[in-house]
């Protein structure tokens, strides 16, 4: 059995419109045009895909199950499409990265200023992903590079090391303990915290840190973005705990950085699928993304 391409579409669109008038509309054809490839559609597979109650479609479960498959298999048609584009035009087409959070309101940010200027025309789309959901989505290209902490354990992703760097201790200036250069669970002991959600990776080396020293750390807040653990520290609610190239972005004014001992060490790389050559955009960005490294102050403390 082979499937209409055209009638798949038509089912995409009414699934995602709600309805076969507002389907025709985004496919620039007549509702009528529509109900018959979503007829076809039915016969060739050989069950209903809505059901039809007073001019109103419901999808069946059936529907529903083929929807998820069709939407990737779009979604691919559509990267094609991109990679044409890209292709005939290199200063053109479309870039997804897929990074966490605390990166795409900070340092993507300044690394895109330096891309989009030299190629103004490219699209971008940013998406902030699970670190799992991130790799899968390199590993099968529905993003076409991303950034991610070491290690990641999955052979079918090809990694560049951008920069190691230092867990720091964000806090008011005017803080006892911004006398110290280094910060460790001893000197720390008794003061309030603020650290990133139980169960974190870097959450976890830190306890162990406390673990080490016998202590057990006084943790008044958490968060779920180094962002928001700086501005808590900023307001003097207590010391922030936190990745040290995050908080360049978001340590100022009022606070200071210490570095925290013993050392916890923060590995970034830039991702692509190992199964697929790097893109030409994805290959562009991670130059600009070089040149934003090599700029950095040194990230590692010895």
Not at 29 to 51: K, N, W
Not at 60 to 75: K, R, S
Not at 79 to 85: E, G, H, I, K, W
Request: aromatic share 8%; hydrophobic share 45%; glycine share 8%.
């Amino acid at each position: 059995m082979k499937l209409n391409l055209r009638s798949l579409e038509a089912f995409r669109e009414t699934m995602i419109s709600g309805s076969v008038t507002a389907a025709a509309g985004r496919m620039g054809m007549t509702q009528p045009a529509v109900s018959r490839l979503i007829a076809q559609l039915e016969t060739d597979a050989g069950f209903g895909l809505f059901y039809r109650d007073k001019g109103r479609l419901a999808p069946t479960p059936e529907a529903l199950m083929l929807y998820e498959e069709v939407d990737l298999a779009f979604g691919g048609l559509e990267r094609v499409d991109n990679l044409v584009r890209d292709i005939a035009v290199f200063n053109a087409g479309a870039l997804k990265i897929v990074a966490p959070p605390s990166m795409s309101e900070g340092i993507i940010s300044t690394i895109l200023v330096g891309f989009l200027a030299k190629y103004p025309r490219v699209r971008v789309s940013i998406d902030s992903r699970s670190a799992e959901t991130a790799k899968a989505m390199v590993v099968n290209r529905t993003a076409d590079c991303g950034f991610a902490k070491l290690p990641l354990n999955r052979p079918e992703i090809a990694t560049e090391l951008l920069s190691s760097t230092e867990t720091v201790c964000v806090l008011r200036t005017d803080h006892p303990l911004a006398m110290h250069e280094i910060l460790t669970p001893q000197l720390l002991y008794g003061q309030p915290l603020i650290q990133l959600g139980y169960g974190n990776w870097t959450r976890n080396r830190i306890d162990d840190a406390f673990k080490g020293a016998g202590l057990r750390p006084d943790v008044k807040l958490e968060t779920h973005t180094v962002g928001s653990a700086c501005a808590f520290a900023a307001q003097g609610l207590g010391i922030a705990i936190v990745n040290g190239l995050m908080a360049r972005n978001f340590a100022k004014g009022d606070t200071v950085t210490r570095v925290f001992r013993p050392q916890i060490l923060h590995q970034y790389v830039f991702m692509t699928s190992a199964l697929a050559p790097m893109n030409r955009l994805a290959r562009a960005f991670l130059d600009e993304t070089k040149v934003y490294f090599v700029q950095q102050p040194q990230a590692v403390t010895i």
